[in-house]
């Protein structure tokens, strides 16, 4: 479905979609119990530290409060501020292209490729080159795409999929990573251990060549500043670094929504993005620059792909205020436990709950709203207060919404919830059905709790237990032990 | 109608909705201790920060920069050091393989050096951080990048107090390179080794101004 008839993100390329439904992924990932052990261990460990960096900044509110609205400024003028960037970009010697979805961006970028006569380009680690699906459409085109984040390089030599937006390969433990190094990387040490230290220079060898030699770079942005032009991208490993200036043409592809409208804004960004991401005060390397430089071709690829379909939303648009720190994914209960693949995504846990189906259009990811116990925890982190539950239950409604839309007849939720209505608009009707539940107690006899629901109910029991209805309903506790006290001591009766 | 004019109406589209968005509120500490501010505490607050992410930082006098900066780089065991055109000649007088950078040397060349010594654009007392801008004595981006080992100077006139304070004073313009400690990856199990693409050992000098 598209929304007020915006375009989303088409079909058939990338990964911003679901392959399995939520419930069956995550099931899946349940069983696996060293993923679990990786995950938990990760998601702990980064959590205690981002919390340690928050806390060292006094203003840490204000910062966010200050984040959240120039994202909002931007997300309300993004025509302006898009096309003040495109002027400056320009004018400092770099070249705009507009993608208006996936298809386009990787045709542009392919063409931009083809141009310099290059086969093989190297990349740093971008969501938005995932999401568009960048690297099999140069494959098709028969240019090679060397991911040069260690990370996404184990997750291309493990010829799997990144499950998380910082570490993409954090569903791997060290012994995994070193299977792979030796199946797949031809230069690897045969003795190499598992020590990370020893797993690094592995790969700083193994890369070191391609990057004295690439002509060609692929990156994404970070922020990128409307009133000057300056583009900056934020890493630890220096492979930024290393693909930003050392080959002949840069190619950036960059989300419409990383603008910020001026130089200043990074003094809050800068300080935000690190503490809530790495956990560090800030990131070992930042590098910046304005259209081309140091004799640099540079092309920056501007992409919609489903984002003006997610503006167009008023009670979705903040999930565009994200900046990919991925915090939210580490205090989620819910991430913790299935990790990033269940989610189908290149966008997981809450944030990609939310921002996946707005993109693709909530008929294509229909799960991922529900994919949440609305614990509230990613909303307490996030960076620039996006209210991630908020937007979930909103998201939800859409989800029902689109179903009524395309459904002949009633769904069963849409059934049972008028049923309830008219229930619950008498007080004698309501009291009733109360007392009827009680008939439930019948089911939960063997374990306390109720397992499997009958009929057309047991589809709310196939990812939940309930539990068993009490002996007595709380009206009839309240008429039988509290109703005629209450009713002595009038408005003061309250003692708890 | 063009992607561009597409998007441009899309967008146009979806917020017509919002007008009148209220002025962004900056109640976080503001820009405050620019350069040519740092007394003594802020030296140290530099020092200390710059330290936690395992730079080895050292003081000089401006006498001394010479001999400080010739032990430090004997004491990495680097040989072959490069040197960028404006960085002071009396700072490098010591070097005894000194290799200049002007005109640049290329990746090849760069790729053949021990290290390289530069000086700093602005740095950061709260985040333990240097910025370079390829200015005089700092060399291209790439010159701090091919070589495993980076001595960067830093006067004490050049220390600000938070990031606030150096994005102010910093050109937007110009290539900008953040560096916070040696190059890292927490990429494996979340446990951070240092030491990957850029250069793998950061040494900072602080002169007093």
């Not at chain 1, 689109?402 to 007080?427: F, I, N, Q, V, Y």
Request: hydrophobic share 40%; aromatic share 4%; proline share 6%.
């Amino acid at each position: 479905m598209t929304f007020l008839g915006m375009p989303t993100a088409p079909r058939g390329v990338g990964q911003l979609r679901q392959e399995a439904p939520f419930p069956v992924a995550a099931a899946r990932a349940l069983d696996d119990s060293q993923l679990r052990r990786n995950l938990g261990h990760a998601t702990s460990t980064i959590r205690a530290k981002r919390a340690a960096a928050v806390a060292e900044v006094p203003d840490w509110q204000e910062l966010r409060a200050a984040g959240a609205a120039i994202k909002d400024e931007v997300l309300a003028h993004l025509d302006r501020y898009l096309l003040q960037l495109e002027e400056q970009v320009t004018a400092r010697g770099g070249t705009v292209h507009w993608a208006g979805d996936a298809n386009e961006a990787n045709r542009i970028v392919t063409g931009l490729i083809r141009a310099t006569g290059q086969r093989h380009v190297v990349k740093v680690k971008s969501m938005a080159t995932q999401e568009i699906g960048l690297n099999e459409a140069l494959a098709a085109a028969g240019i090679e795409a060397t991911e040069t984040d260690l990370a996404e390089l184990i997750v291309q030599l493990g010829h799997d999929r990144p499950s998380h937006i910082l570490v993409p390969a954090i569903h791997r433990n060290r012994n995994q990573i070193r299977d792979i190094f030796l199946r797949e990387m031809p230069d690897a040490p045969a003795q190499l251990s598992d020590e990370p230290a020893a797993l690094t220079a592995a790969a700083r060898a193994h890369l070191r060549r391609k990057f004295l030699t690439a002509q060609v770079a692929i990156s994404g942005a970070n922020f990128a500043i409307a009133e000057t032009g300056t583009l900056a991208v934020v890493e630890s490993e220096g492979n930024g670094r290393m693909c930003l200036t050392l080959p002949r043409t840069l190619i950036t592809v960059m989300g419409i929504e990383k603008i910020l409208p001026a130089w200043r804004d990074l003094e809050v960004f800068l300080q935000l993005l690190p503490r809530s991401s790495t956990a560090e005060r800030m990131n070992p390397y930042t590098s910046m620059w304005a259209g081309a430089v140091e004799g640099q071709d540079f092309h920056l690829v501007l992409l919609d792909n489903g984002r003006t379909a997610t503006l167009a939303d008023p009670r979705g648009r903040a999930a565009l205020r994200c900046i990919r720190c991925s915090a939210c994914l580490n205090v989620c209960p819910v991430y913790e436990r299935t990790g990033g693949h269940a989610y189908g995504s290149v966008y997981p846990g809450p944030i990609g709950a939310v921002l996946s189906p707005q993109l693709t259009g909530v008929a294509d990811n229909p799960d991922l709203p529900f994919a949440s116990t609305l614990c509230g925890a990613c909303y307490d982190v996030c960076p620039v207060a996006i209210d991630i539950p908020a937007m979930l239950v909103h998201l939800r409604s859409r989800v029902v919404d689109d179903k009524l839309a395309h459904h002949h007849g009633p769904t069963p939720e849409a059934a049972a919830m008028r049923t309830l209505a008219w229930t619950m608009s008498d007080s004698r009707r309501w009291a009733w059905a109360l007392r009827a539940g009680h008939a439930g107690r019948l089911l939960g006899r063997r374990y306390g709790r109720i397992r499997h629901l009958p009929g057309p109910l047991a589809a709310w029991t196939s990812s939940r237990d309930l539990p068993r209805p009490p002996r007595q309903t709380f009206r009839d506790w309240w008429k039988g032990s509290r109703g005629e006290r209450s009713r002595a001591g009038g408005e003061h009766g309250d003692t708890a | 109608m063009s992607s561009r004019e597409e998007m441009l109406a899309r967008i146009r589209a979806a917020t017509a909705d919002l007008n009148g968005q209220p002025e962004v509120a900056r109640r976080y500490r503001p820009a405050a201790r620019g350069p040519g501010t740092a007394d003594e505490a802020l030296v140290g607050l530099f020092e200390e920060r710059a330290s936690d992410y395992r730079a080895t930082v050292r003081r000089s006098t401006a006498g001394e920069v010479a001999r400080v900066i010739a032990d430090a780089v004997a004491a990495r065991g680097a040989g072959r050091i490069g040197v960028p055109g404006g960085f002071p000649a009396e700072w490098s007088a010591l070097l005894t393989d000194a290799v200049l950078d002007d005109p640049p040397l290329d990746v090849a060349a760069l790729d053949g050096l021990d290290g390289v010594v530069t000086t700093c654009a602005v740095a950061i007392a709260e985040t333990g951080t240097i910025v370079l801008d390829t200015g005089p004595g700092q060399g291209s981006r790439a010159f701090t990048l091919v070589p495993d080992y980076h001595l960067a100077v830093v006067r004490t006139g050049q220390i600000v107090a938070a990031v606030p304070d150096a994005v102010a004073a910093l050109d937007p313009a110009r290539p900008l390179t953040w560096i916070s400690g040696p190059s890292a990856t927490s990429d494996i199990e979340l446990s951070r080794v240092e030491g990957v693409h850029g250069p793998r050992t950061l040494d900072i000098v602080i002169v007093t101004d």
